[in-house]
């Protein structure tokens, strides 16, 4: 939520639900009165090693796709169990989408949650 990331911005008009515009909404939304380095706020900005096993959601067109891969990167640096899942030009929120993609992050995420 900081976009701190500057490679963000070359995502941007790959992602028309998330544009910097929507991010400013979300990001005031999201963060309510809370600083944006909170890691409550930006994960990145925490120690994520004693984290549960998370799942990553991502596409390669999504706005967030260089800190969801930041993200990636740092969990496996610190040795935190996680997923990610990359989906091709998929843009923010494609799971909630009717597409095929979504049906197949719909499956994993079952079995997720099965497990």
């Given at each position: 939520?900081v976009l ?10 790959r ?13 005031e ?14 994960p990145l ?9 998370i ?13 969801n ?22 843009n923010?929120v ?6 095929p993609?979504?049906k ?8 997720i949650?099965k497990n």
């Amino acid at each position: 939520m900081v976009l701190d990331n500057p490679v963000i911005f070359d995502y941007e008009r790959r992602d028309p639900m998330l544009a910097s515009k929507g991010f400013d909404v979300v990001r005031e939304i999201w963060s309510d009165d809370k600083d944006l380095n909170d890691p409550i706020i930006s994960p990145l900005y925490d120690d994520l090693k004693n984290l549960g096993k998370i799942s990553i959601f991502t596409g390669t067109h999504e706005a967030l796709f260089p800190d969801n891969m930041k993200l990636d990167q740092k969990l496996n640096e610190q040795g935190a169990a996680h997923n990610t899942y990359v989906y091709p030009k998929m843009n923010h929120v494609f799971v909630l989408m009717p597409l095929p993609e979504a049906k197949d992050a719909h499956q994993k995420i079952m079995e997720i949650i099965k497990n």
